[in-house]
């Protein structure tokens, strides 16, 4: 990670997006500034490794940053992303209980970021009840979109998760562009890392979408041609 020059002003807008600094007194926001560093991360830079103890935690100020495990074959699963103005579950968890994190977290895109030391960040929260309750709320909010997954994986056919997922879960790094809107940049390993597959069968799928008339492929780019035919599917 590097450290932004002139990072004050960077800082005050990121932690502005954030309701236990600007809930805070004058003075408490100047020592929560004062024990924090602007930093960016590139794409595909991890922010911490799966089993690693981060010793900072990161607000987001902007970018995306995909949180997921890797199993012993080198599979992954993304379990779900963290966005400006959220915090990952996992990085505070391993920060207040001094344990490993069980997933890794990678920078999807350019990621611009307030880091807390996290001897301050303890101290934080148990003088602030915002902070406290900003735990509270990172928490429920992840886990229910962890249970959602799992729901998911466990009730639902892959072919209707894909669907939805190229229907309306654009990669938040990778938006359609304004000359192609319903054009997706993305990987076939992406989209199994998504939705919890294989490569080869998502590649399989998307194969028969193609042949069905759904959508095109092209190198590292998956075009939709009948929206409503994807859309039926995703529904089912």
């Known amino acids: 990670m590097a450290t932004v020059s002139s990072p004050r002003q960077k800082l005050i807008n990121i932690f502005s997006r954030y309701g236990f600094f600007t809930s ?59 966005r400006a103005g959220e915090a990952c579950p996992l990085n505070m968890l391993s920060i207040l209980t001094g344990q490993t994190t069980p997933a890794a977290a990678m920078a999807e895109c350019g990621v611009l ?37 799992f729901s998911d994986l466990k009730f639902k056919k892959l072919e209707t998760r894909l669907a939805e997922y190229l229907e309306q879960s654009f990669p938040p790094c990778t938006p359609p562009s304004a000359e192609e809107p319903l054009s997706i940049t993305v990987t076939h390993q992406h989209l199994a890392a998504e939705l919890g597959s294989a490569r080869e069968v998502i590649s399989r799928l998307l194969g028969k979408f193609e042949r069905a008339g759904i959508v095109e492929l ?13 859309r039926d599917i995703a529904v089912k």
């Open 113 to 149: 970021a307030a880091v807390m030391n996290a001897n301050y960040y303890r101290k934080l929260i148990s003088l602030h009840h915002p902070a406290q309750q900003f735990v509270f709320d990172t928490f429920a909010s992840q886990l229910n979109h962890v249970f959602s997954l």
């Open 218 to 230: 092209r190198r590292g780019k998956i075009r939709i041609t009948d929206k409503q035919a994807l």
């Open 24 to 82: 805070a007194d004058t003075a408490l926001q100047e020592k929560i500034l004062t024990n924090s560093r602007l930093v960016a991360l590139n794409a595909f830079h991890y922010f911490f490794e799966q089993g690693s103890r981060p010793e900072q935690l990161a607000l987001i100020g902007s970018g995306s940053i995909r949180v997921f495990v890797i199993n012993h074959c080198g599979r992954e699963v993304t379990l779900y992303h963290v």
